[in-house]
């Protein structure tokens, strides 16, 4: 399976986007998404989550109500609606995939196996 994130692009303070994280080569049926961002001279850090089936969602405290993680498996793809968007969320954002992830590793870059190239998102006035 490959993955290509699109979406990014330049907002407003205020604004929104939306993130699409589109599979190809095999099927996202039963497999954990993540989304990560990093930002200049910072580590990647985790975004938000969601299980095979969508019934568990997970958000950093950093985005949770602004941000919302939704997969269309029929479409092989998985989305990040990103609302009320502020500076601080200006970063190269990535999708990455697991079939198996543990309570307690959403968030570790390590325990994905398969990512997507990185798509910037920049959020100024």
């Known amino acids: 399976v490959q993955l290509q994130a699109s979406g990014g692009g330049l907002a407003q303070p205020g604004g929104s986007l939306r993130l699409s994280c589109a599979a190809s080569g095999g099927t996202l049926d039963y497999i954990f998404i993540a989304w990560f961002r990093q930002a200049p001279g910072k580590e990647r850090e985790g975004v938000s989550c969601?299980?095979?089936?969508?019934?568990?969602?997970y958000y950093a405290d950093s985005v949770n109500g602004r941000f919302t993680i939704s997969r269309d498996n029929a479409k092989n793809t998985v989305y990040l609606q990103m609302n009320s968007l502020k500076p601080e969320d200006t970063a190269v954002y990535y999708c990455a995939a697991q079939s198996t992830v543990y309570s307690g590793t959403y968030y570790a870059p390590h325990t994905y196996s398969i990512w997507g190239q990185g798509t910037q998102v920049t959020v100024s006035s």
């Open positions: 969601i299980s095979g089936s969508g019934g568990s969602r």
